[in-house]
């Protein structure tokens, strides 16, 4: 077959020059990957925002009820712990947000930079700088989102403690 591909002035497998082999699977996972983690900080990114959403309801709803004319005086002083921890709560909840987006942010110019290797050069350590900032700010985002979990638990002992009354009292006391 080489000669026939030869007399009909087709270069032969043996006459072509070797193409260098491309590794596809690791140029489309190096593609691909920082587009996943997009898609990933955005769903985490919907979360905060739904729980930043019910927080701020939830101190509206304390603060109608501290100014409520036949609140006591004993309940205004919970509410007014339960504000101070869902305010900070809340700010915690915000720092995870912004994290968030500054991972997005990281992972969007990880695939930029890798789009633009025709166009552009930048070293390679380059993206992955941007990719290792992305999963540092996701780590941070996830750190305040334990801690706002953390900070729910007082504000719900604190519930627990004007409804059920002090646990040291022994039970069967009626409030």
Same mark, same amino acid.
């Given at each position: =077959?080489?000669?026939?591909? @030869?007399?009909?002035? @087709? ?7 070797? =193409?260098?082999?491309? &590794?596809? /699977? ?9 587009? !996943? =983690? ?5 769903l985490? +990114? ?12 939830? $101190?509206?709803?304390l603060?109608?009820?501290?100014? +409520? ?11 007014? @712990? ?12 915000s720092?995870?947000?912004?994290? &968030? ?7 969007? /110019?990880?695939? $930029? %930079? ?5 166009? !552009? ?11 290792? $900032?992305?999963?540092? /700010? %996701? ?11 953390? $900070? ?9 403690? &004007?409804?059920?009354? &002090? ?9």
């Amino acid at each position: =077959m080489p000669r026939e591909a @030869r007399r009909l002035g @087709r270069p032969s497998a043996v006459d072509r020059p070797s =193409m260098p082999p491309i &590794d596809t /699977l690791p140029r489309i996972a190096s593609a691909v990957t920082p587009a !996943v =983690m997009v898609s990933a900080c955005g769903l985490i +990114a919907l979360g905060l925002i739904n729980l930043s959403q019910a927080l701020g309801g939830r $101190l509206r709803e304390l603060t109608r009820e501290h100014r +409520a004319a036949p609140t006591t005086e004993a309940r205004r002083g919970v509410i007014r @712990r339960q504000v101070a921890i869902l305010g900070h709560r809340h700010q915690t909840v915000s720092r995870a947000l912004f994290l &968030d987006y500054g991972a997005i942010l990281a992972f969007a /110019l990880t695939s $930029l %930079l890798f789009l633009g290797h025709g166009i !552009v050069r930048v070293p390679e350590v380059v993206e992955g700088l941007f990719f290792l $900032l992305g999963v540092l /700010l %996701l780590c941070g985002a996830a750190g305040f989102a334990i801690a706002a979990v953390h $900070l729910d638990g007082g504000a719900l002992r604190l519930e627990q403690l &004007d409804v059920l009354g &002090d646990p040291r009292d022994g039970p069967g006391k009626d409030r």
